[in-house]
């Protein structure tokens, strides 16, 4: 049985990185929005960096864990060939 990249049960799996992105990338474009220290060239540059680097890590390492999950057969809930087994 093939089965739907990215269902429900997937997310809800990912639920525990995909939280902390919507939260990092809420702040990012709050500070490049408002700034209420004002924009030091050398310190927003680095500021920036970091958190988009740790943007980009998290969704990296969130898609290969969501393809890893999905891949593997012990994730699969076919109660079909559990019910032919039985029988």
């Known amino acids: 049985?093939?089965?739907?990249?990215f269902d429900a049960e997937i997310t809800l799996d990912?639920?525990?990185?995909?939280?902390?992105?919507?939260?990092?990338?809420?702040?990012?474009?709050?500070?490049?929005?408002?700034?209420?220290?004002?924009?030091?060239?050398?310190?927003?540059?680095?500021?920036f960096a970091i958190l988009l680097s740790m943007i980009a890590t998290l969704g990296f390492v969130t898609y290969y864990a969501a393809r890893v999950i999905e891949g593997d057969d012990r994730t699969y809930h076919d109660t079909t060939t559990i019910d032919q087994k039985k029988n």
């Open 14 to 47: 990912l639920a525990v990185n995909l939280i902390p992105l919507a939260i990092m990338v809420f702040f990012v474009a709050l500070f490049a929005v408002f700034n209420p220290w004002g924009i030091e060239p050398l310190q927003s540059t680095i500021q």
């Open 1 to 5: 049985m093939s089965r739907r990249a």
